[in-house]
């Protein structure tokens, strides 16, 4: 079992910066991808960014191409999201996700889909205001 632990929300102004990280319990390149998703109150879980975990390919939610950017750190099994360019659009609970079950063929949409992730960490929130 994996254990992911979120980092770094806050409140922040439009338009500026933020970086959240996730600790990963396990060799990160052992997870098959993993992915960000932001959940407002009342709303769905969306899918914002996913990294394939052995190759470092990423996907997008169109909202957030050119302004966000999912990284993985190999050496301190860290996945990180840089958000720049902040909206309040933006806000929500942000959780980190991983799964380990193949991506070989994975098109963005499935590549964002919650339901296909396994295991969670807690979350983490991100105010923009």
């Known amino acids: 079992h994996v254990q992911l632990v979120e980092s770094g929300g806050g409140s922040v102004q439009p338009g500026g910066t933020l970086r959240l990280s996730c600790q990963v319990s396990v060799p990160i390149r052992s997870t098959s991808c993993m992915a960000w998703f932001r959940q407002s109150p009342g709303g769905p879980r969306e899918g914002i960014a996913s990294?394939?975990?052995?190759?470092?390919?990423?996907h997008y939610a169109p909202s957030v191409l050119g302004r966000f950017t999912i990284s993985q750190d190999d050496s301190e099994n860290i996945l990180h999201l840089e958000m720049s360019g902040l909206k309040p659009e933006d806000a929500g609970t942000y959780y980190c996700?991983?799964?380990?079950?193949?991506?070989?063929?994975?098109?963005?949409?499935?590549?964002?889909?919650?339901?296909?992730?396994?295991?969670w960490g807690q979350g983490t929130q991100v105010t923009v205001s």
């Open positions: 990294i394939l975990t052995l190759d470092a390919s990423t």
């Open positions: 996700a991983a799964d380990f079950r193949g991506s070989r063929g994975m098109t963005t949409s499935q590549a964002l889909a919650a339901w296909w992730y396994t295991d």
